[in-house]
Each structure stands twice: as structure tokens, then as C-alpha cells.
């Protein structure tokens, strides 16, 4: 292997350990200053234990400048002994400050560190933030002009996959049959990336009961008090509208949600998004229905 190789090698893989450490600096700082704070404790203590010692010989000290002043030594003036009293002060203290020395400067460590890793751990997240509104309003626009252009069914289609089915709509003929396109469930289930935050309502769902209407009941009447929500407060998390419906939660959900006047300003659980799912689940023909929030965005970028 040439030189170059070989320097090309020692390089790469030393390049790539400090990017590993980066990655992992907030931990290794926050481990640190761990450490550090019992460092800090112990060093302290023994300083402390020291500290009786310092102190006595200081004591010592005034205790001489005073015997001397008692003796009225026209050689030993008042001044002598302010003098005297000030020196010893100081050695006192410069004393004590080097029996503290460690533990402070070790105290320093643990305090910059524990400062480090939150520096890095707020600036990664306003990244990763600035990145996913980056890439939210970029995919929100991409939508729109799907459905300026080619309408709402195609833009469902590219999103979710959907199917064609046969949906009986009343009219002033009487009955007639419609052909409608609806997600795929057995398909959207599979495929967790293309819900996003959507998520089903069905029988696993611990708020599903078999009553005919009462599913739908339910979801509107969280839905209406989501809003009022909205309203009162201000912004809802997506994590609390999941806790309403009886969901699990999720790490985006304590992210984004809702807050008034942006967005739709309301907060839209999507039930008839769906026309041939709706319709046949808010009439009760349908045991589970498909929840596309209209979530607004990261809570804290909106605010």
C-alpha cells in the first residue's frame, strides 16, 4: 500500500471518529459534568475539613497582634498592628483560596460542560426545526398545486394509494350508485410513512364501540371540544388530540399541532375527507374510519 493510501486511510477513519464523538458530544458533556459534580462535592469537603486548621492559625495570629497591643510598645503603634491584622487577613484568605481551588475549578468544568451540551442539544434542535418547517411548507405546497391542477382525488391518490368503489347516494331519481375512489386500509395500514400523523379509529381503539353512530358521535364531539380547546388556550399538540381519541402517542405529536390564526384555524379530525369511508362510517356501515389530521405545523415555530 502506497503512502498516500495509507494517509488517505488514517484520514478517513480519524474523520469519521470525530464526527462520531460530535454526534455524541451532548452526552459525553453531560457525563462529564455528571463527574464533575462529584468531584466537585468531594474536593470541597476535604477543603472543608482542612478549613479549622487555616482558621486556627489565623486566630493564633490575632490573638499575638492583640497580646502586643495590650503591652503599650512604644515600638509596636496602632498602625503596627492594622498593619499586622491586614496581612494576616489576607494570608487567610489566599490560604482558603488554594484549599478551594480544585474543587472550584473542577466546580467551573461541570457548569461549562452541563452549558456545552445544552448549547449543542438547542441548536441541533432549532436545525432539525428550521428543517422540518423547510420541508413541511415545501411538502404543503407541493399539495396545493396538485389539487389546483389535477383536483383533491388526485392528490389523495399520489398520497395515500386510493381505490375505486361503488358508493348508493340519494338523489331525485331515487337511489343511485356512484363510483368514488377511497384509501386503501388494509394498504395504509401497511404502510406507515404515508399516514404521517394520520391514524385509524377501529376496533383496537378502546373509545370503539359496535353501536351503530356511536363511533361517530364520539369523534365529532372530541372534535368540537378540540376546538374549543383551540380557542380557549390557543394551540393544541397533536399528542393531546391523540390522548383525547384514546391513541398512542408519538414523539412528532409533542411537536406540532395547532395554534389559532394560522393554518385552517380549526382543528379538522378529516372524517369526511373520505367520501365513500365517511359517509358509510357516519352511518354506521362502516366499523373504522381513517383520521387525517389537518395539523398546522411545529407548535413552537408558530408562536
Not at 468544568?109 to 441548536?123: D, E, N, P, Q
Not at 343511485?176 to 377511497?182: E, G, I, L, P
Not at 386503501?184 to 406507515?192: A, I, M, P, T
Request: hydrophobic residues 40%; aromatic residues 8%; glycine residues 8%.
Amino acid at each position: 500500500m502506497s503512502l498516500s493510501a495509507i494517509k488517505s486511510t488514517v484520514t478517513s477513519k480519524v474523520g469519521r471518529q470525530v464526527l462520531i464523538a460530535q454526534k455524541h458530544s451532548p452526552v459525553l458533556l453531560f457525563g462529564i459534568g455528571i463527574i464533575g459534580v462529584g468531584t466537585t462535592v468531594v474536593l470541597a469537603c476535604k477543603a472543608t475539613l482542612k478549613l479549622d486548621e487555616v482558621l486556627g492559625e489565623a486566630e493564633k495570629i490575632d490573638d499575638q497582634i492583640d497580646n502586643a497591643k495590650a503591652l503599650e510598645d512604644p515600638a509596636y503603634t496602632e498602625e503596627d498592628a492594622r498593619k499586622d491584622s491586614i496581612i494576616n487577613r489576607t494570608k487567610t484568605a489566599m490560604k482558603i483560596a488554594r484549599l478551594y481551588a480544585p474543587a472550584i475549578a473542577v466546580g467551573c468544568v461541570t457548569v461549562g460542560a452541563f452549558t456545552g451540551s445544552h448549547v449543542i442539544l438547542a441548536r441541533r434542535n432549532a436545525a432539525i426545526t428550521a428543517a422540518y418547517v423547510a420541508v413541511d411548507k415545501g411538502f404543503k405546497q407541493y399539495r396545493k398545486n396538485v389539487v389546483a391542477e389535477l383536483g383533491r382525488d388526485k392528490d389523495r391518490e399520489f398520497r395515500f394509494g386510493l381505490v375505486e368503489r361503488e358508493l348508493a347516494v340519494d338523489t331525485d331519481e331515487g337511489v343511485a350508485v356512484k363510483t368514488v375512489k377511497s384509501v386503501d386500509g388494509d394498504s395504509l395500514k401497511s404502510d406507515k410513512t404515508a399516514k404521517i400523523y394520520g391514524r385509524f379509529f377501529d376496533e383496537y381503539n378502546p373509545n370503539w364501540e359496535r353501536s351503530r353512530g356511536k363511533n361517530a358521535m364520539f369523534l365529532r364531539s372530541q372534535q368540537n371540544f378540540a376546538n374549543d380547546l383551540l380557542n380557549a388556550r390557543g394551540h393544541v399538540f397533536l399528542n393531546e388530540i391523540y390522548d383525547m381519541l384514546g391513541m398512542e402517542r408519538s414523539k412528532a405529536g409533542a411537536l406540532v399541532g395547532w395554534v389559532k390564526g394560522n393554518g385552517d384555524n380549526y382543528i379538522d379530525f378529516g372524517i369526511l375527507e373520505d367520501l365513500y369511508m365517511g359517509q358509510k362510517f357516519v352511518n354506521g356501515d362502516e366499523p373504522s374510519i381513517f383520521l387525517d389530521f389537518n395539523v398546522d405545523g411545529p407548535i413552537y415555530d408558530l408562536i
